[in-house]
């Protein structure tokens, strides 16, 4: 067993790790409040991407200066689509609203499609390349910058919802609704800015992406079905849990694909997966609840 | 209105008009039976493909390498799909998944098989597999006209209708609609919540596959993100949510009225990216989801002299 390619598969899972988390925090953050499992997450990304990349072609910003940009555009993409799109049907079966986010979901990633076309497009920074050093493994500066960000990004979101008066409304409304609206907390409110927020957070995710993956239209639902193995394994609404369950299914694909056929890597997320639906819903660290 | 469809095939020369229908009847011969496990039963699988894709392959691989006949090889991939149902079904619903959960199940389940499909060279891989060519042979299911096609894809469709129709009268149908209603209320009345879901699961799965067959034999063509891809599972369900989930015709008509959008779209916007007609499925199934939750036969239902006999309504 070859020491180095260990070493090297670890360091690189960690990153995606956390790379799937950042994505998955804006998602567990949505289903643990509002119970809505928000499929046009991934098409969010996928926007968010792409507003990286052409503020980067048309206005020469980095990525990483443009995110303060594209974090409060997300924010208000997410709460216009809960305004206008998913607030009138909040009581619905829950399927009607998982169909909704689906309709959506294709519908911007056509019209992605349609505008920007397939393409790769990639964007190309001065320090791109360059790598560090830790031990026989080595990371992209980018990549590093994701994962310390994903990180940061966890804390923020935990110190919002302990410390903020708008993080107790939202714990409030997310342990029990008619509660909540009982004690004047206005629910609605709470949950157009929980979307907001949670949108935005994939927007920084995104930002940071844009740096390191190709952008096309359906990066998004590429990031999406493994956010959600990623959402599902940390315990739904729990993002330390999601920054956990990143790391454990990147560093299962990277060491993986380092005993099977690369092509046959994403199986085993899959199954995963489905053990997880089958036998332990919560993930690891939820709560008993549903 | 029966009539008028066993007619078209003698009023018309283009092939090109013979096809569209009989991609409308298959579309909406899928999402009927589709609609037997996610209408009838409430268990909404977005990973159906998977059944029609066991279809077309189990039998195109007979066909391709023992030379057995499609229609025989069709029941053979329609028992297989039903076992294959019948397992992922057990193993679903004696965990107690339900609603969202089970819908992410279904596409993790179906793209596992794809993922399988493509890698394994044996049943073709990301090539696919190419039906043999046999010219004029209906013994072996294919035929060099469109007509044949058409007239068989139409029984089928008519089959699966009747079908339903047959199941939403039954107590089974009334049984399926109490645990799509309300599961727990159905168990403390004495339901069988895994027998019956278990079958809807397993004649859905199997009407599916026979689906899958005769997609082999008349494309000739059949590789895994086509047959066995999330992007047809999400198809079908497209197909019966704004046609009417839970009604008996709602499926097909959704077929009727969607597919040809898809094609006036891509007749239209020729030679731009293919993905307008997503664009307006997409854009359909939002609105139908706010404005409509249960289908234009739903809508319809509402005016008396087209409401369907039994609590079919959602």
């Known amino acids: 067993m070859d020491v180095a390619a260990l070493v090297?598969?670890?360091?690189?899972?960690?990153?995606?790790?956390?790379?799937?988390?950042?994505?998955?925090?804006?998602?567990?953050?949505?289903?643990?409040?509002?119970?809505?499992?928000?499929?046009?997450?991934?098409?969010?990304?996928?926007?968010?991407?792409?507003?990286?990349?052409?503020?980067?072609?048309?206005?020469?910003?980095?990525?990483?200066?443009?995110?303060?940009?594209?974090?409060?555009?997300?924010?208000?993409?997410?709460?216009?689509?809960?305004?206008?799109?998913?607030?009138?049907?909040?009581?619905?079966?829950?399927?009607?609203?998982?169909?909704?986010?689906?309709?959506?979901?294709?519908?911007?990633?056509?019209?992605?499609?349609?505008?920007?076309?397939?393409?790769?497009?990639?964007?190309?920074?001065?320090?791109?390349?360059?790598?560090?050093?830790?031990?026989?493994?080595?990371?992209?500066?980018?990549?590093?910058?994701?994962?310390?960000?994903?990180?940061?990004?966890?804390?923020?979101?935990?110190?919002?919802?302990?410390?903020?008066?708008?993080?107790?409304?939202?714990?409030?409304?997310?342990?029990?609704?008619?509660?909540?609206?009982?004690?004047?907390?206005?629910?609605?409110?709470?949950?157009?800015?929980?979307?907001?927020?949670?949108?935005?957070?994939?927007?920084?995710?995104?930002?940071?992406?844009?740096?390191?993956y190709y952008i096309t239209p359906s990066i998004g639902w590429l990031f999406l079905l493994t956010a959600f193995v990623v959402v599902v394994l940390g315990g739904m609404g729990n993002f330390v849990g999601a920054l956990l369950g990143g790391f454990i299914i990147a560093l299962t694909e990277s060491v993986g694909s380092l005993f099977m056929p690369i092509a046959l890597v994403p199986v085993l997320k899959f199954i995963i997966f489905i053990i997880l639906l089958l036998f332990r819903p919560q993930g690891l660290f939820g709560l008993k609840r549903l | 209105m029966a009539f008028f469809f066993l007619l078209i095939p003698w009023l018309t020369d283009s092939r090109y008009f013979l096809h569209i229908f009989v991609m409308i009847f298959f579309f909406g011969y899928l999402a009927t039976c589709w609609n037997i496990l996610g209408g009838f039963a409430g268990q909404h699988s977005f990973g159906h493909a998977v059944f029609v894709g066991i279809g077309a392959y189990t039998s195109s691989l007979l066909f391709a390498h023992t030379g057995l006949s499609p229609w025989f090889g069709m029941w053979i991939g329609g028992l297989l799909a039903g076992l294959v149902g019948l397992f992922f079904g057990f193993l679903s619903f004696r965990y107690g998944l339900k609603g969202p959960y089970f819908l992410l199940v279904t596409i993790a389940f179906a793209e596992v098989f794809v993922y399988i499909a493509l890698n394994v060279r044996a049943i073709g891989g990301s090539s696919g597999i190419t039906i043999p060519l046999a010219g004029d042979a209906p013994f072996f299911f294919q035929f060099n006209g469109k007509m044949p096609y058409y007239y068989i894809i139409l029984m089928m469709l008519g089959l699966v209708v009747w079908i339903s129709y047959i199941i939403q009268r039954s107590r089974m149908g009334y049984y399926l609609i109490a645990i799509r209603e309300n599961e727990d209320a159905a168990q403390a009345l004495g339901i069988n919540l895994m027998r019956h879901k278990l079958w809807a699961t397993v004649i859905s799965a199997f009407f599916s596959a026979l689906g899958g067959t005769f997609y082999a034999q008349y494309i000739l063509f059949i590789d895994p993100p086509s047959i066995l891809g999330l992007g047809l599972s999400i198809e079908i369900v497209i197909y019966a949510i704004v046609g009417g989930i839970g009604t008996i015709l709602g499926p097909a008509f959704g077929a009727f009225l969607l597919f040809p959008i898809a094609e006036v779209t891509r007749g239209v916007f020729a030679g731009q990216t293919g993905g307008i007609h997503l664009m307006v499925y997409g854009l359909l199934l939002v609105l139908c989801v706010i404005f409509m939750p249960g289908g234009i036969m739903g809508r319809l239902s509402q005016w008396k002299f087209l409401r369907e006999d039994g609590p079919s309504k959602r």
């Open chain 1, 8 to 212: 090297q598969a670890i360091v690189t899972g960690l990153v995606m790790g956390g790379i799937y988390a950042l994505v998955a925090a804006g998602l567990t953050l949505i289903f643990g409040v509002m119970r809505i499992i928000n499929l046009v997450h991934g098409e969010f990304l996928m926007v968010a991407m792409y507003g990286s990349f052409f503020m980067n072609s048309l206005f020469g910003l980095d990525p990483y200066i443009s995110v303060v940009v594209i974090l409060p555009l997300l924010f208000l993409i997410g709460s216009g689509f809960f305004r206008f799109l998913i607030s009138p049907i909040l009581s619905a079966p829950e399927i009607n609203q998982i169909l909704l986010t689906i309709g959506a979901s294709i519908f911007i990633q056509n019209l992605a499609l349609l505008l920007f076309t397939a393409d790769f497009r990639t964007i190309a920074l001065s320090y791109s390349r360059i790598k560090i050093q830790l031990g026989p493994g080595i990371i992209d500066l980018p990549q590093l910058v994701a994962l310390l960000s994903s990180i940061l990004l966890t804390l923020i979101l935990y110190w919002l919802l302990k410390s903020t008066d708008l993080g107790r409304w939202i714990r409030a409304a997310s342990q029990n609704r008619e509660a909540a609206l009982l004690t004047g907390i206005d629910v609605r409110r709470v949950y157009l800015f929980t979307f907001g927020i949670g949108t935005a957070c994939v927007g920084v995710a995104g930002s940071l992406l844009s740096g390191i």
